[in-house]
T-cell receptor
Framework: NAGVTQTPKFQVLKTGQSMTLQCAQDMNHNSMYWYRQDPGMGLRLIYY???????DKGEVPNGYNVSRLNKREFSLRLESAAPSQTSVYFC???????????FGSGTRLTVV | GQQVMQIPQYQHVQEGEDFTTYCNSSTTLSNIQWYKQRPGGHPVFLIQ?????EVKKQKRLTFQFGEAKKNSSLHITATQTTDVGTYFCAGPNTGFQKLVFGTGTRLLVSP
């Protein structure tokens, strides 16, 4: 996905470990989002950033922190990973409502 | 909070059969969007509907937005194996540009 790049693509963590998921966009959009996807539950919003320097909680923010480093980058941090955070994490950007969201390819995280 | 439900959760059809997924919101929506996610992939934006009663077509796909702007449907005519994936509807939360996604309908097409 040329517009939104997520790293890493796969990660296995032990309970209690920390890690940061990275998201970078080259679409020059203001709004960026982090979603998690679990089987049968669709996509749930963790945090979002309407513009550089601002972040807000979404539906499921507990256990996560975010940083909007600049207009291009929006990172998601797990301070102390738990098995319940095993999921697929997607970063998304939106530049105009008629265009919808553009998603990154996702990070598949397993916490053991 | 706002909820967006989709039915069915899963459907398995033979290639050439039609398919429909329905989306229902607990609140009135200003617009509704549809996304397709291939197995192992990421969601890809298909379309946005804004007007009450709006109908839009993309080749074999027909999208409708209900008159009350609380429900929507996606109909695929004569499915093909390339239609396999999960289809999500999504509507904006009362907050700024925050989408609430439906639970998704997984479509499997057998040749």
């Amino acid at each position: 996905n040329a517009g939104v790049t997520q790293t890493p693509k796969f990660q296995v963590l032990k309970t209690g470990q920390s890690m940061t998921l990275q998201c970078a966009q080259d679409m020059n959009h203001n709004s960026m989002y982090w979603y998690r996807q679990d089987p049968g539950m669709g996509l749930r919003l963790i945090y979002y950033s309407a513009s550089e320097g601002t972040t807000d909680k979404g539906e499921v923010p507990n256990g996560y922190n975010v940083s909007r480093l600049n207009k291009r980058e929006f990172s998601l941090r797990l301070e102390s990973a738990a098995p319940s955070q095993t999921s697929v994490y997607f970063c998304a950007v939106v530049g105009g409502s008629a265009r919808g969201y553009t998603f990154g390819s996702g990070t598949r995280l397993t916490v053991v | 909070g706002q909820q967006v439900m989709q039915i069915p959760q899963y459907q398995h059809v033979q290639e050439g059969e039609d398919f429909t997924t329905y989306c229902n919101s607990s609140t009135t929506l200003s617009n509704i969007q549809w996304y397709k996610q291939r197995p192992g992939g990421h969601p890809v934006f298909l379309i946005q509907l804004v007007k009450s009663g709006e109908v839009k077509k993309q080749k074999r796909l027909t999208f409708q937005f209900g008159e009350a702007k609380k429900n929507s449907s996606l109909h695929i005519t004569a499915t093909q194996t390339t239609d396999v994936g999960t289809y999500f509807c999504a509507g904006p939360n009362t907050g700024f540009q925050k989408l609430v996604f439906g639970t998704g309908t997984r479509l499997l097409v057998s040749p």
